[in-house]
């Protein structure tokens, strides 16, 4: 029985009453079909109502000629629920994809894939089946150079999806990233893995709550006291009650002021080459939760992220999730 193709049916023409509309093998002038019919044979797809796009694309221009196109995927099959392509004035380029827990970082003109990794309840696995970021095969010098410049493209990445409002948590004020390890973590930075929202830094690093409630605290006194004149004096006076609220609780796992060296070992307060974490707390022995306090304008830089996240690791060489979490006033 062959069947019937709705789509060739004759038309009545435009300008009659009924134009556009399907009328019987007669021609024009013939009747209409009954809409009831109609109702049955339309397309399944032209009776459903109007649904919001299943992608989207946004294509960020960087005053110094990067470019980041970011591309998410919301509904249907896809190779990635979100791709971010960075690329760099003079060519070089990468891609990071996430497709649910798992992040694929690809050179964005080989295509190649340098690292694959997926996250866990024990924190970030590498895929077996894929060879280590930076391949060995390349030779070591080249490897440091990739090495770098895909920290440095992922740090455009990272700064421009920053200031996009909204990406990063509940609390005013509070941003969290999550890093780990390089492979050789005594001689490379640490690696990136994305922003935490704020249900999943709660879950990561259950004292973030009583830190925060303590620092509003703390700082709402500070203000309020009218003791201290500059930006400067109040930001210390912060630190400084912060640093013996958390010491009074004489808790093994949660310290404050630490200084660590470059090498990993425990430095001096003010000591030249140390990186001064403000407050840290490891709520399981592979988890590293990262505290620094910020009372001015200015926020964290990139460097400063990178460089927290890579003193913490060779400080405690058994964590495999770094949390590095800025925190604000969030009132």
């Not at 894939?113 to 866990?120: A, H, M, P, Q, W």
């Not at 704020?198 to 620092?215: F, M, N, R, W, Y």
Request: proline letters at 6%.
């Amino acid at each position: 029985m062959r069947r019937k193709d709705w789509s060739e049916q004759p038309r009545a023409p435009a300008g009659q009453p009924n134009g556009g509309q399907w009328v019987g093998d007669g021609g024009g002038s013939g009747g209409t079909v009954d809409p009831d019919v109609l109702r049955l044979v339309r397309p399944q797809w032209a009776q459903m109502p109007v649904a919001e796009p299943a992608q989207s694309r946004e294509d960020t221009r960087l005053d110094d000629g990067t470019r980041v196109l970011s591309i998410r995927i919301r509904a249907g099959r896809r190779d990635f629920d979100e791709q971010h392509t960075v690329t760099a004035p003079d060519g070089e380029s990468r891609v990071f994809e996430t497709l649910g827990a798992t992040q694929t970082i690809r050179d964005g003109v080989s295509g190649e894939i340098l690292g694959r990794s997926t996250f866990t309840a024990n924190g970030v696995e590498p895929d077996a089946t894929v060879q280590p970021a930076f391949l060995p095969a390349v030779p070591l010098a080249l490897a440091a150079i990739r090495v770098l410049r895909t920290l440095e493209l992922a740090g455009t990445l990272f700064a421009t999806l920053s200031a996009q409002r909204g990406r990063y948590g509940t609390v005013l004020g509070t941003t969290a990233h999550e890093f780990r390890g390089a492979e050789d973590f005594e001689h490379m930075p640490a690696i990136w893995v994305g922003p935490l929202d704020q249900a999943s830094l709660d879950a990561a690093c259950p004292k973030t709550g009583e830190i925060q409630t303590q620092l509003d605290a703390v700082a709402a006194a500070v203000r309020q006291s009218g003791a201290y004149r500059t930006p400067q004096a109040v930001g210390t006076a912060i630190h400084v009650l912060m640093d013996r609220w958390a010491k009074a609780q004489d808790i093994e796992n949660f310290k404050s002021e630490l200084s660590i060296l470059k090498n990993g070992k425990e430095g001096t307060y003010g000591q030249s080459g140390t990186s001064r974490l403000d407050q840290y707390h490891l709520p399981q022995p592979n988890v590293a939760c990262v505290y620094d306090y910020k009372t001015g304008l200015r926020g964290l830089s990139w460097s400063d992220w990178v460089r927290y996240a890579t003193r913490s690791k060779t400080y405690f060489p058994a964590t495999q999730r770094i949390i590095v979490i800025q925190m604000r006033e969030s009132r």
